[in-house]
């Protein structure tokens, strides 16, 4: 059977992922997802002026209510324990005890430094989840440099009979060599990725890793993606930044190209039944990067399941009629004290001018009367 073409397969990957946006953009309209957020941020009512004399009155129980809730969610950075599984201690050859030991040490060196973020990145999820849905990103990065020691043998501590090091050997007996390159610096990170821009897809099942494929795009800069040197330089000799998209591969939900000057939308898309992670420029025809995975790597909070697909209800969807009704009180309270003030007519005793003077001017104005006086006169004795 003949391989199907790469521009074949990521038209396929850019089509699935416009079906994606489609289905993820009517799911936020049924839920009102901008909506809310808005809500949290105090804007409440649509088209309110910027004037705070002017402004409706928002009494906004969004805000306390999720600021309440973070707390018990993640009240401070955890501590994690690794226990290793029974059936692995039992063998009385495994080291299992001390790799997991290892392993629960790492993990808290990497969750406690300040320089991981994991208190920020996580957060953010959290309140992400409350008006959609939250996802973080554990992964691993390297920088890697040629070495200039390639392919020479690996010497060991042990000497030969003429006092040379001796040439470290594999079980098979082969001679190690240098590699071509190697790493100049590592770091594993934690990233949060705003549900606005994940996709998963359409054929989607209430457990991520029961669905085809899940992914979602950052925005680069161009400049970036070419000196990436993993990247197939193919896919980026001819990269634009945010150049012209076809229309069949456009994600109408994310217009917003002018205002990503210089940059290209890169998008990660990780295929569950394929196990392999594709990552390319919207409307390329080339992959910048392709591999095999094992675990996918993230971590999901919803809270509220809709059952038969992935997207959930967000927990603040059934907030809004409470929050509207207070509003709506108290601004027909509002009206209504302000329709309730005392007035009066009276006929002209002075210019308009001289009586907005009594109404608006400081403390010991004076204005001007027809009635003759030489006094000063006080209004109210």
Known sequence: MAKTPERDRVGADQKQVKVAGDVTK?????????????????????GDTNDWNKKKYVINLFFPSIEISKPSLLFQVPKYKVIPRPTRIDDPLSDVEAR???????LN???????????????LAIQDAQFRFGVVQVGYTADFIDNPEADKPILSDQLNDDGTPKEMQDANGEVIRQPKRSIRSERAYLKWISAKQWRVSANSHNRIEACDWCGYYEWHYASDIKANTRYNKKATVDLQATGSIKAQYRDDSTNNDERKPGMVKIWFKWDLRAKERRIWAEGGERYL???????????????HEILGQWHPMP??????????????????????????IRRYLRSPAMSKEEFEKLAEG????????????TDLVPVID
């Open 109 to 123: 060196s990497y969750v406690q430094d300040p320089d991981f973020g994991f208190k920020t990145e996580t957060a």
């Open 26 to 46: 009517q799911w936020e309209e049924d839920y009102a997802c901008e909506m809310l957020e808005q809500y949290f941020y105090g804007r409440q009512w649509e």
């Open 362 to 373: 400081d403390d010991f104005v004076a204005a001007e009367t027809p009635n003759p006086t």
């Open 289 to 303: 990067f392709t591999e095999s995975f094992k675990i996918l790597p993230f971590a999901v909070l919803k809270f």
């Open 315 to 340: 927990p603040t969807y059934n907030w809004v009629h409470p929050q509207n009704q207070i509003n709506d009180g108290r601004e027909m309270r509002r009206v209504h004290r302000t329709r309730a």
């Open 100 to 106: 997991s030991k290892l392993q629960e040490e790492t």
